[in-house]
């Protein structure tokens, strides 16, 4: 989902507004009521939340930025991905696609291999990728978004106004989010949104639901949705799971301020961040174990990715001044530190993201605003 406040903010950047620094994702906004058009779908049936199965919290750690002897350099040097612009999307272990303006050749998304550090010109623009190897490249003029194979070829086109498309980890089917003319009271608050669906070997296109939510994430078996999202009356917030198939919404987590809602790469495990709860017990960082539904609270309030599974993940602890930035590797389960890594530079606008299978950590650096790629050491999958 950081990808979605990445592409909205690009035009701006290309603008040359002047971005400052911000460790801390912004909370979803208070419900509120809004006033459906009598066009609009009903609201669609939610299956009951089941009580989540609270399970002993581990021992309180607490995360403080590391000294120096606690962070070690990382193993090789960094290699500069983008010079400019901070938008950048793993396409898979080994490749990450970047927008950039280089002087000297085309500006646009350069798909670049990390392991030879070999870059090459793949679009005019920027678009969402999948595992699977193909890029939804969203074409606003042209009012449709074209979908892209590695080579650049045209593997379908979408006539869906070239808004942001997510496609599935199976390259299948790909998912947008279209915008309703229904009036919100605020800027800050979730637009009422239409779900679509469409098939790219046959191209059919389906409307599952309306809602209010700004983006979505694909589970491993390309079938199920999970999104932020609220009723278009502001009802049930909360983590929303979408099965493509039927329709069937399951909310697997009730809750107003929810933010940084992140699935594992494996997609067995949910982590998101919960705030202003009116207690602080339920405040922080919370577990949610997608197959047996246990929840667990760690006692962390920052920003986190996931460690290429549900067993880690890392957490950005902010440098001191002009100290470096510092990832720390935490066990999921435990909570307990695994190791920490200094990084080459402070992250800007909390653009940071590490690679699905856990090697590689990809950031915006707040020095000179270029997109630099750094090795892990080694795989952390399995931390």
Known sequence: MRVVRLLLVAVVLVAGCRWTRSAMPVATPIPVEVTTLPSLSPTPTLRPTPTPTPTPEPEPVQIVTPGPMATPNPEGPPLEVASCCGLLAWVDGDRLLVYDTPGDSSPGAWLVHLPDGQRRFFSPRFGLPSLAGVV???????????????????????????????????????????????????????????????????????????????????????????????????????????????????????????????????????????????????????????????????????GFR??????????????????????????????????????????????WEISPDGRWVAFWRLQDQHVVAVALGERTSGA
């Open 136 to 302: 939804a490249v969203p074409e606003p003029v042209n009012r449709q978004t074209a979908v892209l194979d590695l080579e650049g070829n045209v593997v379908s086109v979408l006539p869906n106004g070239g808004t942001l498309t997510w496609p599935s980890p199976d390259g299948r089917r790909v998912a947008w989010l279209e915008r309703l003319p229904v009036r919100t009271p605020s800027s800050s608050v979730n637009r009422v949104m239409r779900l679509w669906v469409a098939d790219l070997a046959s191209g059919e296109r389906r409307s599952l639901l309306e809602l209010q939510a700004a983006g979505l994430t694909w589970l491993p078996d390309s079938r199920r949705l999970l999104l932020g999202a609220r009723t278009p009356q502001g009802e049930r917030p909360g983590i929303w799971m979408i099965d493509v198939d039927s329709g069937e919404v399951d909310v697997v987590v009730e809750g107003t301020f929810l933010y940084n809602v992140r699935l594992s790469p494996d997609g067995r495990r949910i982590g998101y961040v919960r705030a202003l709860s009116g207690d602080p017990a339920q405040d922080g960082m919370w577990i949610l174990d997608l197959e047996s539904r246990a929840t667990w609270r760690l006692p962390l309030a920052a």
């Open 306 to 351: 996931w460690a290429g599974s549900g067993e880690a993940f890392w957490v950005l602890v902010p440098g001191s001044g002009e100290q470096p930035d510092a990832l720390v590797l935490v066990g999921a389960r435990t909570g307990a530190v695994v190791r920490a890594l200094s990084l080459p530079g402070q992250v800007l606008n909390s653009v």
